[in-house]
């Protein structure tokens, strides 16, 4: 399993703004965040599939998150707008290989180590 390198993050208030980013330097067929508060499961946050460049969101992130990714920096980015305190979580980077549910964490092969996303009131 090959860990991709997260940074950003950090404490900031409701309102704020972040932008977290991954790099990702292999010929992976997507990317993804998912987010995990504490006593809660892993959630899907956003995915980006390269070949066609289609995104997908969670429901509660929908307008105010968004993922992209710079080719030439092998890069991946989740900008973080308009922050809630139940945004609050470690966020962790993902990448796959092949096709499949965007939104499952099962379907991704390599991970970041995640990083701390606070929002406070």
């Known amino acids: 399993q090959v860990y991709l390198a997260q940074s950003g993050g950090g404490l900031v208030q409701a309102g704020d703004s972040l932008r977290l980013s991954c790099v990702a330097p292999?010929?992976?067929?997507?990317t993804a965040w998912f987010r995990q508060a504490p006593g809660k499961a892993r959630e899907f946050v956003a995915a980006?599939?390269?070949?066609?460049?289609?995104?997908y969101y969670n429901d509660r992130v929908k307008g105010r998150f968004a993922i992209s990714r710079d080719n030439a920096k092998n890069t991946v980015y989740l900008q973080m707008n308009s922050l809630k305190p139940e945004d609050s979580a470690e966020y962790y980077c993902?990448?796959?290989?092949?096709?499949?549910?965007?939104?499952?964490?099962?379907?991704?092969?390599?991970w970041g180590l995640g990083t701390q996303v606070t929002v406070s009131s």
């Open positions: 993902a990448a796959r290989w092949n096709a499949g549910r965007a939104d499952v964490a099962l379907e991704y092969n390599d």
């Open positions: 292999g010929r992976y067929y997507g």
């Open positions: 980006l599939t390269w070949t066609t460049g289609n995104t």
